[in-house]
């Protein structure tokens, strides 16, 4: 059930599914409730995303709370971690009442050694490649009425690799994918990314750059300084805010701008091409732009196709110049 929900059900209601993931792991590790985080180390926050086991009023409360990132990070000092998770026992650190959610109608009154108390707290990380911690899950109230041994925490942690590799097919996956991190992940995963962020903004724009003569200048000049313009597109875009941009090979380059209507779209590329004409006198690209309208329901793919065919029209023209969908 585990891998169906996590890489085969599909279902646009995001949020419903985390929460039955979220059910079926409290299931298999023994735990009554479940508290899914996503860091937005951007805004310096932290989300509250699902839940299992929780009253709706009670979740509702916690996604309001205003949670700083810095806040949290003291509950993943080292001394607490085991076997890559986070178990911190009751009365070990001074919590911030307004991040910590304590489930205070948790019976606890067990008589043998090792019971879980009120306040322990155990934590998942949600890492992602460059082990960096993108989230975590809070498990809490466990059936057994025990603190987790060295095998139950090896199971936990295996678990959460399953909601991460779910989180990045959301809409959630822009807080794991870092804008300087796009070109470290596989193709899907970048058009899953921009999929799931298209969806939350009322308009953009998507872009195919294609770099003129590719073949010839590595046949004149030599394939070191094809990839030497190759690369100057790459460190340009690479700080342009609200520029998501794909590498697919040394000549062909995508482009995802949220937020971005045709002129800005149009004022990015122009830009661009004044500083390449500055750096390489003779080098020229041709750019297919597709941009999506307020109230268009349009896909990554479709916007793409459309860039691709804008193209298609700025090559047939001669080359070296932009032209909008």
């Known amino acids: 059930m585990l891998l169906d929900l996590a890489f085969k059900e599909k279902s646009l209601n995001f949020d419903g599914q985390l929460n039955k993931i979220l059910e079926v792991i409290c299931e298999i590790s023994g735990f009554e409730t479940a508290l899914l985080s996503i860091m937005d180390y951007e805004k310096n926050r932290v989300i509250r995303v699902a839940s299992y086991g929780l009253e709706e009023e009670v979740f509702n409360n916690l996604k309001n709370q205003q949670v700083n990132i810095e806040n949290v990070l003291p509950l993943f000092s080292k001394r607490f971690e085991v076997e890559g998770v986070y178990f911190i026992p009751e009365g070990s650190i001074s919590l911030d009442e307004e991040g910590v959610y304590v489930f205070d109608d948790y019976y606890t009154d067990f008589n043998y050694e090792n019971s879980w108390n009120l306040k322990d707290l155990l934590l998942v990380p949600l890492i992602d490649e460059n082990s960096r911690i993108v989230g975590y899950i809070s498990f809490d109230k466990p059936i057994s009425g ?180």
């Open 146 to 325: 025990r603190r987790p041994v060295s095998n139950e925490l090896k199971l936990l942690k295996f678990l959460s690799w399953f909601v991460v590799q779910f989180l990045r097919k959301t809409p959630y996956a822009k807080y794991l994918i870092s804008k300087s991190e796009v070109n470290m992940t596989t193709y899907p995963e970048f058009v899953r990314l921009c999929d799931s962020i298209i969806n939350e903004n009322d308009e953009a724009s998507v872009a195919f750059l294609d770099i003129d003569d590719f073949d010839k200048i590595n046949i004149k000049k030599g394939p070191e300084f094809a990839e030497h313009v190759s690369n100057f597109i790459t460190e340009y875009f690479k700080d342009i805010k609200n520029v998501y941009f794909y590498k697919l090979n040394g000549e062909n380059f995508v482009f995802f701008m949220p937020n971005t209507n045709k002129l800005r779209a149009l004022t990015v590329f122009g830009k661009f091409e004044e500083s390449l004409k500055g750096k390489f006198e003779d080098i020229s690209t041709s750019i297919g732009v597709a941009y999506k309208e307020p109230g268009q329901n349009k896909s990554f793919f479709e916007l793409l196709r459309e860039a691709k065919e804008a193209l298609l029209v700025a090559k047939k023209s001669g080359g070296g110049r932009t032209m909008i969908k």
